[in-house]
């Protein structure tokens, strides 16, 4: 899977609850989803599994603490680190 696709996705996850801001990809990747809001403290675990079954990998806790999980790009590399180890 590509690093286009895995955006693709998680995006789509992502707006389930609002539309992801931004009028460039470039903006859409640099959105800090945590920090707005988007996903809110109840909901991430469910993000989590979700995102562990999609792409079927594991995230460990310092993963979902990184400053990496916390932006769209920076996920999208986490995520494809691991498919890729």
């Known amino acids: 899977m590509n690093k286009n696709n895995i955006t693709k996705k998680i995006i789509n996850i992502l707006e ?4 992801v ?3 460039t ?7 800090r989803y945590l920090e707005a809001g988007h996903i ?10 979700e995102l562990e079954e999609i792409f079927n990998i594991t995230l ?3 993963d979902t ?3 990496e999980f916390r932006f769209i790009s ?3 590399t986490l995520i494809d680190n ?4």
Do not use: C, H
């Open 60 to 62: 460990s806790p310092e």
């Open 40 to 49: 809110d403290s109840l909901s991430i675990i469910n993000f989590i599994m």
């Open 21 to 23: 801001p931004g009028d």
């Open 25 to 31: 990809s470039s903006d859409k990747l640099s959105y």
């Open 16 to 19: 389930r609850n609002d539309p």
């Open 74 to 76: 920076g996920l999208v």
């Open 82 to 85: 691991k498919i890729n180890e």
């Open 65 to 67: 603490q990184s400053d």
